[in-house]
């Protein structure tokens, strides 16, 4: 199993990114997380959004509930995080994650991770 996330890039208060995360090696037998977290300097990681592989149900931390959708098209086997209204708080490494836990933001529940994307919210 591979992830690779990508998108990541400076932009200004109340602008808007989608990152990608490109998964490979799940068969379609494998009911599956994926999930984006997000580590900002001095500061411990953080779930920010998940969707699962059976039903696309998704979650979102209080954070960002409003401003981050998270999606997935099956065809391109990539899940996307659009963040909206950003502000310099989401400032952070953002990794792409992969687990069979449902809704969990635990990091030790995820088996696979991407290299991580810098986001850096700043005028």
């Known amino acids: 199993v591979q992830l690779l996330d990508s998108g990541g890039s400076l932009v200004q208060p109340g602008g808007s990114l989608r990152l990608s995360c490109a998964v490979s090696g799940f068969t379609w037998l494998d009911y599956y997380t994926v999930a984006w977290f997000r580590q900002a300097p001095g500061k411990e990681r953080e779930g920010v959004s998940c969707?699962?592989?059976?039903?696309?149900?998704?979650y979102y931390a209080a954070s960002v509930k409003g401003r981050f959708t998270v999606s997935r098209d099956n065809a391109k086997n990539t899940v996307y995080l659009q963040m909206n209204t950003l502000n310099p708080d989401d400032t952070a490494d953002y990794y792409c994650?992969?687990?069979?836990?449902?809704?969990?933001?635990?990091?030790?529940?995820?088996?696979?991770w991407g290299q991580g994307t810098q986001v850096t919210v700043s005028s």
């Open positions: 969707i699962d592989s059976k039903d696309d149900k998704t």
């Open positions: 994650a992969a687990g069979y836990y449902s809704g969990s933001f635990y990091p030790p529940h995820y088996d696979y």
